[in-house]
């Protein structure tokens, strides 16, 4: 896949207000491997921190909680970025809290009722290639003449389609699961 950075430049310096800015992109146009945009990338770093987490908090012990410093510590997380993302957790009710000497973070729901695609669109927003195939913010594209005859969306909602899939059906228990089992394949 190309990525759309590898089209020419704008010339910031001719832009009021623009000169010596660094450029930066949305979503829409990250692609693995741009240099442009400096480490362009599918989901956002807060969205692999949540889901990280999420791991290490299935992966405790039944009703146990665990510190923000301890998940920090195990899974190389920023300790201020994860206070965060586990408040956006919490109020949307996929974790819990507890205070005390025995306090920490702890699962709300069970790690099989968790789903990739809750957490990411939770943490990043709309999962759509194109704003006219989001499923949570639905805004027709600016340049599209109609969507029953636009052959990009046609194509993109297949990939959409597809992607929506994998992630609602997948879930953390599923991830622990995939990784135990690529333990267990490399070992033998």
Do not use: W
Request: aromatic content about 4%; hydrophobic content about 40%; some cysteine.
């Amino acid at each position: 896949m190309h990525c759309s950075h590898a089209l020419p430049r704008l010339n910031f310096s001719r832009i009021s207000g623009m000169a010596g800015q660094k450029r930066r992109f949305g979503p829409e146009h990250q692609i693995p491997g741009c240099r442009m945009c400096s480490g362009c990338e599918m989901i956002s770093q807060k969205a692999r921190y949540a889901l990280r987490a999420l791991t290490a908090l299935a992966q405790s012990k039944p009703g146990a909680s665990m510190m923000i410093s301890e998940i920090a510590v195990q899974q190389r997380i920023p300790k201020k970025f994860l206070e965060q993302i586990l408040l956006d957790m919490k109020r949307a009710g996929v974790v819990t809290s507890r205070r005390g000497k025995l306090g920490g973070y702890l699962l709300l729901k069970p790690a099989d009722a968790i789903t990739f695609g809750e957490i990411l669109r939770l943490i990043d927003g709309p999962i759509a290639p194109l704003p006219c195939l989001s499923v949570t913010a639905y805004r027709k594209c600016e340049d599209c003449d109609g969507e029953q005859l636009c052959e990009i969306r046609h194509v993109f909602a297949r990939v959409a389609d597809a992607t929506r899939d994998v992630l609602f059906n997948t879930t953390i228990a599923d991830a622990l699961g995939d990784t135990a089992r690529s333990r267990k394949l490399l070992s033998a």
